[in-house]
């Protein structure tokens, strides 16, 4: 029995579910049962023959692909890369239990480096460890696997947050929010910093950490090796003078014998020693000699020391330099030294204690007139009971003024969580009263901040309310004003979206973080070394976004399988039309030494002599249409693979289309998508049936088992199955792997909020007045006939009323949206950058294709449907080579897929398609490997329309359609009438002017 026949086997052995999960298999066969391949598979170097460097994950897939083809098996390769961030040179990061700028990261810890087209990675020469934040929301040490530095000359983002804290990063670079990672940072918004940093350090000599606090808050030292501690307490003075001579005698150190010269005249007293040896000693544990306030350091081997060594140097330290104010109900302490107060946040962070820092400007000590900026910084709130239970202050009268007003504040202990928010669309989902969800409704009108208790009580309230508890409780309740609604509201309850609000809901709660908020958002020129680490298990030390390419690995496969004068079959490789010549110029890039050959136009080969031709290719290029035309001639030839780029065209499995490319044998097919759902499972299941026919078992078969009630009744169950089935056979790495990739560039999407004119919102009002009239005697089959024909009317009215009315008048002045499109484009023009501007209307891109190049006085590209091959690939070359044409106006259908336009830096969607996958694909035009620079997104809405509307509903069941299925229009014609009235009504502030 083959591989393929044992798993076809092995699926359908079950009568209810794949069952995948138990399988017994060694070696690379177990590692694709176990959907581990990826990773676990030894990656293919570069081979021979191919014009270029893959990148490890690129490597691995192509590794993937020839187990895959090894065995006779097909697979889907649905990639979706991550890109990395760097940050700058002297920020600070917590390595091995001590604060260290980058640069000096790499100086100690790099060994021999290995460079990549920008940059260089190299492997710590020693084991290193950051802090990281698991999928549980716990902070817990990694391990740094690669370190990575670039020189780079741009502009780079500084971020302060109101804790006081500041990080140079690349514009590129996310930091994680209230729900996920995001470069969309700007003041007000929330990001997270850990409440806590764990190391497991060594313990230091009590005596000698006790004697550093007080010389690095209070100590004067000389060249040589004198010290000189000045306080007004003689009782510390005589406790240090002890630990010094005890300290001296364990250690076997001369000093010339420590006096203590008590005050008079109200002036300090001090204690005064010398001794080499006792210098020496300090500075083999790290401290800096002889260094005025400014420039004191706290030695890392204090910093990174077990708790109970921080927590002993902390209460030294703060009875030196702390002053605990009763009446703003705070400590707070003070450095002319910013490394010092970094360092004293990252110990107090070891206990679950924010320190906020702030500048203030204060006289020099000594009495004279000279003014500098000292680091302010102050606990209080939720982290004060902390300090005062975990850590303290060692001198009497501060530490108890800490606990008076510990005392008078018990209920600083309370952590706050933002989730108000959620709280407010969880009523909203539900139209459940607020005793439902077991907490008071103060929180639902208050701050945004609810404690965590609060918050924790509430992911339980909304568990009973989804597990049916909730609602069997609520039937057994004397009746009141609720008791008519709350019944209908629990048998029209949105699981999936009530899911949702739960899960982020205790994200938010359960994390070990607190929620900072941004202060400001700086943009600097910056010219130098910018630094990464490449971190284990978690990877999400270093946030990514998002990038899709599959051509360089398939390319890659078919010179593998040439290297040493090797000759297989020839590869089949079907797209649509406008990828034809995009993979001809990628493989003369990649693989020059391939033989390609276009089937494709009146002047391709016909009957035996497609066979011919083939014969004497390695890759044979052609179209889904075409390949339908020519199915039979084209069965005929032994291909070694057939692969399908773009394989969503193959879909709906019945289309002579589908049918067509399923009839053409190979000995291994592959399918190439970035989206593999984009609105039914059954998509699914055709793409797969392509792949490996038979795998999945029949259509109906499969509806029954797994698309209906995943789709129709949320089964999880099914969906694991599934998934179990399918994953070793789907090759997809997203974004939130983020060991995936890391130099490439980012890409920021913004929702661009456009205002009607009084035009546009009459015609609207119209428009919908119009259907909701015909609505109610229409019936089923009219009724989503009418409401979709509504939907296209009321997006060609919030596009320009001169597309709706096609009376071809004037376009100046009467659209909200063409009004920010001319702004944009201006800007972007006046940069020196290019745009990609997406339209779904062929008849508006030809309005906007001449009106834009009269505006802007530069040529703008128009590519649409009916632009043929030829001149698709001139219009590519003339954008993606010329400095002339800045903006690239394409039609959706036409120009969504398989171009690459890396030209380009920005992406504007005037016009939306309900469908994110979609829009997706289109960006990647611009956002694809060979792009160098971010990309800017930018997706336009008409404000208080039911373009906002519909949008808010997809981001509510983005969850879903992320995980199962996509989202396209035709769920709209399910809303009932009451729902449509409230999706298509016009806000009264919608309107300019």
């Given at each position: 029995?083959?591989?393929?026949?044992?798993?076809?086997?092995?699926?359908?052995?079950?009568?209810?579910?794949?069952?995948?999960?138990?399988?017994?298999?060694?070696?690379a066969?177990?590692?694709?049962l176990s959907?581990?391949?990826?990773?676990r598979?030894?990656?293919?170097?570069?081979?021979?023959?191919f014009?270029?460097?893959?990148?490890?994950?690129?490597?691995?897939?192509?590794?993937?692909?020839?187990?895959?083809?090894?065995?006779?098996?097909g697979?889907?390769?649905?990639?979706?890369?991550?890109?990395?961030?760097?940050?700058?040179?002297?920020?600070?990061?917590?390595?091995?239990?001590a604060?260290?700028?980058?640069?000096?990261?790499?100086?100690?810890h790099a060994?021999a480096?290995?460079?990549?087209?920008?940059?260089?990675?190299?492997?710590?020469?020693?084991?290193?460890?950051?802090?990281?934040?698991?999928?549980?929301?716990?902070?817990?040490?990694?391990?740094?696997?690669?370190?990575y530095r670039?020189?780079?000359?741009?502009?780079?983002?500084?971020?302060?947050?109101?804790?006081?804290?500041e990080?140079?990063?690349?514009r590129?670079?996310?930091?994680?929010?209230?729900?996920?990672?995001?470069?969309?940072?700007?003041?007000?918004?929330?990001?997270?910093?850990?409440a806590?940093?764990?190391?497991?350090?060594?313990?230091?000599?009590?005596?000698?950490?006790?004697?550093?606090?007080?010389?690095i808050?209070?100590?004067?030292?000389?060249?040589?090796?004198?010290?000189?501690?000045?306080?007004?307490?003689?009782?510390?003075?005589?406790?240090?003078?002890?630990?010094?001579?005890?300290?001296?005698?364990?250690?076997?150190?001369?000093?010339?014998?420590?006096?203590?010269?008590?005050?008079?005249?109200?002036?300090?007293?001090?204690?005064?020693?010398?001794?080499?040896?006792?210098?020496r000693?300090?500075?083999?544990h790290?401290?800096?000699w002889?260094?005025?306030?400014?420039?004191?350091?706290?030695?890392?081997?204090?910093?990174?020391?077990?708790?109970?060594?921080?927590?002993?140097?902390?209460?030294?330290?703060?009875?030196?330099?702390?002053?605990v104010?009763?009446?703003?109900?705070?400590?707070?302490?003070?450095?002319?030294?910013?490394?010092?107060?970094?360092?004293?946040?990252?110990?107090?962070?070891?206990?679950?204690?924010?320190?906020?820092?702030?500048?203030?400007?204060?006289?020099?000590?000594?009495?004279?007139?000279?003014k500098?900026?000292?680091?302010?910084?102050?606990?209080?709130?939720p982290?004060?009971?902390?300090?005062?239970?975990?850590?303290?202050?060692?001198?009497?009268?501060?530490?108890?003024?800490?606990?008076?007003?510990?005392?008078?504040?018990?209920?600083?202990?309370?952590?706050?969580?933002?989730?108000?928010d959620?709280?407010?669309?969880?009523?909203?989902?539900?139209?459940?009263?607020?005793?439902?969800?077991?907490?008071?409704?103060?929180?639902?009108?208050?701050?945004?901040?609810?404690?965590?208790?609060?918050?924790?009580?509430?992911v339980?309230?909304?568990?009973?309310?989804?597990?049916?508890?909730?609602?069997a409780?609520?039937?057994?309740?004397?009746p009141?004003?609720?008791?008519?609604?709350?019944?209908?509201?629990?048998?029209n309850?949105?699981?999936?979206?009530?899911?949702?609000?739960?899960?982020?809901?205790?994200?938010?709660?359960?994390?070990?973080?607190?929620?900072?908020?941004?202060?400001?958002?700086e943009?600097?020129?910056?010219?130098?070394?910018v630094?990464?680490?490449?971190?284990?298990?978690?990877?999400?030390y270093?946030?990514?976004?998002?990038?899709?390419?599959?051509?360089?690995?398939?390319?890659?496969?078919?010179?593998?399988?040439?290297?040493?004068?090797?000759?297989?079959?020839?590869?089949?490789?079907?797209?649509?039309m406008?990828?034809?010549g995009?993979?001809?110029?990628?493989?003369a890039?990649?693989?020059?030494k391939?033989?390609?050959?276009?089937?494709?136009?009146?002047?391709?080969?016909r009957?035996?002599?497609?066979?011919?031709?083939?014969?004497?290719?390695d890759?044979?290029?052609?179209?889904?249409?075409?390949?339908?035309?020519?199915?039979?001639?084209?069965?005929?030839?032994?291909?070694?693979?057939?692969?399908?780029?773009?394989?969503?065209?193959?879909?709906?499995?019945?289309?002579r289309?589908?049918?067509?490319?399923?009839?053409?044998?190979?000995?291994?097919?592959?399918?190439?998508?970035?989206?593999?759902?984009?609105?039914?499972?059954?998509?699914?299941?055709?793409?797969?049936?392509?792949?490996?026919p038979?795998?999945?078992?029949?259509?109906?078969?499969?509806?029954r088992?797994?698309?209906?009630?995943?789709?129709?009744?949320?089964?999880?169950?099914?969906?694991?199955?599934?998934?179990?089935?399918?994953?070793?056979?789907?090759?997809?790495?997203l974004k939130?792997?983020?060991?995936?990739?890391?130099?490439?560039?980012?890409?920021?999407?913004?929702?661009?909020?456009?205002?009607?004119?009084?035009?546009?919102?009459?015609?609207?009002?119209?428009?919908?007045?119009?259907?909701?009239?015909?609505?109610?005697?229409?019936?089923?089959?009219?009724?989503?006939?009418?409401?979709?024909?509504?939907?296209?009317?009321?997006?060609?009215?919030?596009?320009?009323?001169?597309?709706?009315?096609?009376?071809?008048?004037?376009?100046?002045?009467?659209?909200?949206?063409?009004?920010?499109?001319?702004?944009?484009?201006?800007e972007?023009?006046?940069?020196?950058?290019?745009?990609?501007?997406?339209?779904?209307?062929?008849?508006?891109?030809?309005?906007?294709?001449?009106?834009?190049?009269?505006?802007?006085?530069?040529?703008?590209?128009?590519?649409?449907g009916?632009?043929?091959?030829?001149?698709?690939?001139d219009?590519?070359?003339?954008?993606?080579?010329?400095?002339?044409?800045?903006?690239?106006?394409?039609?959706?259908?036409?120009?969504?897929?398989?171009?690459?336009?890396?030209?380009?830096?920005?992406?504007?969607?005037?016009?939306?398609?309900w469908?994110?996958?979609?829009?997706?694909?289109?960006?990647?035009?611009?956002?694809?490997?060979?792009?160098?620079?971010?990309?800017?997104?930018?997706?336009?809405?008409?404000?208080?329309?039911?373009?906002?509307?519909v949008?808010?509903?997809?981001?509510?069941?983005?969850?879903?359609?992320?995980?199962i299925?996509g989202?396209?229009?035709?769920?709209?014609?399910?809303?009932?009438v009451?729902?449509l009235?409230?999706?298509?009504?016009?806000?009264?502030?919608?309107?300019?002017?």
């Open positions: 029995m083959s591989a393929a026949e044992a798993i076809r086997a092995i699926v359908h052995a079950g009568d209810d579910a794949l069952p995948l999960v138990g399988v017994d298999a060694d070696g066969f177990g590692d694709l959907g581990e391949a990826d990773r598979l030894v990656p293919m170097r570069t081979p021979e023959g014009n270029g460097t893959l990148r490890p994950f690129q490597e691995r897939g192509l590794a993937w692909l020839n187990f895959l083809n090894e065995i006779g098996l697979g889907i390769l649905a990639d979706s890369m991550g890109l990395g961030k760097c940050i700058g040179k002297d920020e600070f990061v917590f390595v091995n239990g604060l260290i700028k980058a640069k000096d990261v790499w100086a100690r060994s480096s290995e460079p990549d087209a920008e940059g260089e990675w190299s492997v710590p020469a020693e084991p290193l460890t950051v802090n990281s934040l698991a999928k549980d929301g716990r902070v817990v040490p990694a391990p740094i696997t690669r370190l670039q020189h780079v000359r741009e502009r780079v983002r500084k971020i302060s947050l109101d804790d006081g804290s990080i140079v990063v690349t590129r670079h996310r930091l994680l929010g209230l729900d996920d990672w995001t470069r969309d940072v700007r003041p007000g918004a929330r990001v997270c910093v850990p806590r940093l764990v190391h497991e350090g060594a313990p230091l000599d009590p005596d000698l950490t006790v004697l550093l606090a007080w010389q808050a209070e100590g004067r030292e000389d060249a040589h090796s004198g010290t000189v501690i000045t306080l007004e307490d003689a009782r510390v003075l005589h406790d240090l003078r002890a630990r010094l001579l005890r300290l001296a005698g364990r250690r076997g150190i001369r000093l010339g014998a420590p006096k203590i010269n008590p005050g008079a005249g109200g002036r300090a007293g001090c204690l005064r020693w010398s001794g080499i040896a006792y210098r000693l300090l500075e083999e790290g401290y800096r002889g260094g005025d306030s400014a420039h004191k350091r706290i030695p890392d081997s204090v910093v990174s020391a077990d708790d109970a060594t921080v927590r002993l140097f902390l209460r030294h330290y703060f009875a030196a330099e702390s002053s104010d009763l009446s703003a109900g705070v400590v707070e302490v003070s450095s002319a030294s910013v490394y010092v107060i970094r360092q004293l946040s990252a110990m107090l962070r070891r206990f679950g204690v924010w320190l906020r820092v702030s500048t203030a400007w204060k006289g020099a000590a000594g009495g004279t007139a000279t500098r900026p000292y680091r302010i910084g102050v606990i209080g709130g982290s004060l009971r902390r300090f005062a239970d975990l850590i303290g202050i060692a001198g009497e009268g501060e530490a108890s003024r800490l606990e008076t007003i510990c005392a008078r504040s018990p209920d600083t202990s309370v952590e706050g969580v933002p989730g108000s959620l709280l407010q669309r969880a009523r909203e989902t539900t139209g459940l009263p607020m005793r439902h969800f077991g907490i008071n409704t103060v929180y639902f009108h208050g701050t945004r901040e609810l404690p965590k208790t609060t918050a924790l009580e509430a339980r309230g909304l568990d009973r309310i989804l597990s049916g508890e909730a609602m409780d609520h039937a057994g309740r004397a009141n004003r609720w008791a008519a609604r709350t019944p209908t509201a629990y048998e309850l949105d699981d999936v979206a009530l899911r949702h609000v739960r899960d982020r809901l205790n994200d938010r709660a359960t994390r070990e973080v607190f929620y900072a908020t941004v202060v400001s958002v943009e600097v020129d910056y010219e130098g070394h630094y990464d680490f490449e971190v284990a298990d978690h990877h999400n270093i946030a990514e976004g998002m990038v899709c390419h599959n051509t360089a690995q398939t390319l890659a496969l078919l010179a593998a399988e040439r290297t040493a004068g090797r000759r297989p079959g020839p590869t089949l490789l079907i797209g649509p406008s990828l034809v995009n993979w001809e110029r990628e493989a890039r990649f693989a020059p391939l033989r390609v050959y276009v089937h494709h136009g009146t002047s391709r080969h009957g035996d002599d497609v066979a011919r031709a083939a014969a004497e290719a890759l044979v290029l052609t179209t889904y249409g075409t390949a339908a035309r020519d199915a039979e001639a084209l069965a005929a030839v032994e291909w070694e693979r057939v692969v399908c780029d773009e394989a969503q065209a193959l879909k709906n499995s019945g289309t289309q589908a049918r067509a490319v399923r009839s053409i044998p190979a000995r291994h097919r592959i399918a190439l998508t970035g989206t593999p759902v984009e609105n039914h499972l059954t998509e699914l299941w055709s793409i797969m049936e392509f792949a490996n038979g795998l999945l078992g029949p259509r109906a078969e499969f509806r088992r797994f698309a209906v009630p995943i789709e129709k009744d949320g089964d999880e169950r099914a969906a694991a199955a599934l998934k179990r089935a399918t994953q070793p056979f789907v090759l997809r790495r939130t792997d983020r060991s995936i990739i890391s130099d490439l560039p980012e890409k920021q999407e913004i929702k661009v909020y456009c205002n009607l004119t009084a035009e546009q919102a009459s015609l609207y009002r119209a428009t919908v007045d119009d259907m909701l009239a015909q609505i109610a005697e229409a019936d089923e089959k009219q009724r989503r006939g009418l409401v979709l024909a509504t939907m296209a009317k009321l997006k060609q009215v919030c596009n320009h009323p001169a597309q709706l009315l096609k009376d071809g008048s004037r376009l100046p002045g009467r659209s909200g949206k063409l009004e920010r499109l001319e702004e944009i484009c201006a972007i023009v006046g940069q020196g950058e290019k745009a990609l501007v997406f339209t779904q209307y062929a008849e508006f891109g030809s309005m906007l294709q001449p009106y834009l190049a009269a505006h802007l006085e530069r040529p703008v590209l128009w590519l649409h009916g632009t043929s091959k030829q001149a698709r690939d219009l590519v070359r003339h954008f993606q080579d010329d400095p002339e044409p800045a903006v690239f106006l394409l039609s959706l259908k036409a120009a969504g897929t398989g171009l690459t336009l890396t030209a380009a830096n920005h992406v504007v969607h005037v016009d939306r398609w469908n994110p996958a979609v829009e997706d694909q289109a960006t990647d035009r611009a956002f694809r490997i060979g792009q160098t620079r971010n990309v800017q997104v930018r997706k336009f809405i008409c404000a208080g329309t039911m373009e906002e509307r949008d808010e509903m997809i981001e509510r069941k983005k969850a879903l359609a992320e995980s299925v989202t396209g229009e035709d769920w709209l014609t399910e809303l009932s009451a729902e009235r409230d999706v298509l009504r016009l806000d009264p502030g919608a309107v300019s002017g």
